[in-house]
């Protein structure tokens, strides 16, 4: 939601001039909504010589705004401020989904990623189903959660790469009577080297994972949420999802399924009242790269904690979105490469960065 408040500013000055020329205005307001967000400033300042500046500022603790203003003029002498005009351009945080007293399945739950979930939708309230191969991580978890955050849980161990897994999973949750209202379908795990090289039965257990059980997952949920007009389900996809993933092969391609499969689901569901987004990390600090086998594609990008990702991705639902790429501008930038590069070129920079290191030495020698 964006909205123009002007009668809120209370207060505004302006500092000592900066050596190049620039100068900081800080504007000090109060507004009832505690949950601002961001703001974009429109500034305009009369000086002794006119000037003009737009910056753009984050709300930060203290409801202060800083902004940079670039005088036009090239004035570099003390700045009087005889006037000053300020509108704020609010993007409100508005929470879009109230999580409180609702049941969450959170798949993959017992570690990485999909912990973060179950403890962020515990701490807000939420009742967790909570789903992975591990019985004993999984009651180990549930029992924290209620005791901590006072919420109901319930723990079904579970290997959704195994064919009809997910029917399976319906049925425990509807035995215990759990209306799901959030899904949120984490559980996925990748394989690292030439396809040829790779285990073909490992292959096709990353696929029915990766794809099938988070498509079938997600069919089977969502009529119950459109019934009641009332659901989120969060699918996690990969920055390996944008680009083709040489030495991913498999799990790149799995990633861009989800990607692809929540945007068309984003735009189906625009008017049931079920928010749908695609969760896109980049490197997180979990046993994924364990699991893959190598530690080598960590090093194309900064590790992020699963705590950040997931408060990423709650943003991005009160803001409506389709996708979010967590890990910060860099991330972002790389998924957005196709558009401006060809993907031929694209593809040989990914498999530069993929390489393993000891095909590297073996072509060196």
């Known amino acids: 939601m964006e909205m123009t408040v002007s009668s809120g500013v209370t207060h505004a000055n302006s500092s000592r001039q900066f050596a190049n020329g620039k100068s900081r205005l800080a504007a000090f307001f109060d507004h ?38 670039y005088v036009d003029n090239g004035y570099i002498g003390p700045i009087n401020v005889v006037r000053v005009n300020i509108n704020l351009f609010i993007h409100m945080k508005t929470s879009r989904y109230s999580f409180q007293g609702k049941w ?23 009742n967790v189903v909570l789903s992975a191969r591990s019985q004993h991580a999984l009651e180990e978890l549930a029992q924290k959660l209620e005791t901590q955050f ?33 899904l949120i379908n984490n559980a996925g795990f990748g394989t690292y080297g030439k396809l040829h090289e790779n285990d073909l039965e490992q292959n096709g257990r990353q696929i029915l994972l990766n794809v099938s059980s988070l498509a079938l997952l997600t069919q ?32 790149g391609a799995t990633k861009a399924f989800v990607l692809s499969f929540s945007e068309a689901l984003w735009a189906e569901n625009q008017e049931t009242g079920v928010h749908i987004l695609a969760l896109c990390p980049g490197p997180v600090e979990t046993s994924f790269f364990k699991v893959l086998g190598s530690e080598e594609p960590a090093s194309t990008g900064r590790m992020e904690s699963p705590e950040n990702t997931v ?13 979010v790429v967590t890990g910060g501008v860099r991330n972002y930038l790389l998924t957005q490469s196709n558009r401006f590069t060809p993907r031929a070129m694209v593809t040989r920079i990914s498999e530069k960065m993929l390489r393993p290191r000891m095909h590297t030495v073996a072509e060196a020698a």
């Open 32 to 69: 009832p909504d505690g949950s601002l967000h961001e703001a974009l400033l429109e500034i305009s300042v009369v000086i002794r010589r006119r000037g003009f500046g737009i910056g753009r500022a984050d709300l930060r603790h203290g409801r202060e705004i800083n902004a940079f203003l």
């Open 104 to 126: 969450a399945l959170v798949t993959g739950a017992s570690s990485g990623i999909g912990k973060a979930f179950a403890h962020e939708l515990a701490r807000r309230g939420t």
């Open 150 to 182: 006072k919420v109901a849980t319930a723990a079904i161990a579970l290997d959704l790469a195994e064919p009809k897994a997910p029917e399976r999973l319906l049925s425990a949750v509807e035995e215990r009577h759990i209306p799901v209202r959030v």
């Open 220 to 251: 089977l949920f969502l009529p119950a949420m459109v019934a009641k007009r009332d659901g989120v389900i969060i699918n996690v996809a990969s920055t390996a999802g944008f680009q083709p993933t040489p030495y991913m092969a498999v799990y």
């Open 311 to 323: 408060a990423t991705a709650f943003r991005a639902l009160d803001e409506g979105r389709s996708y």
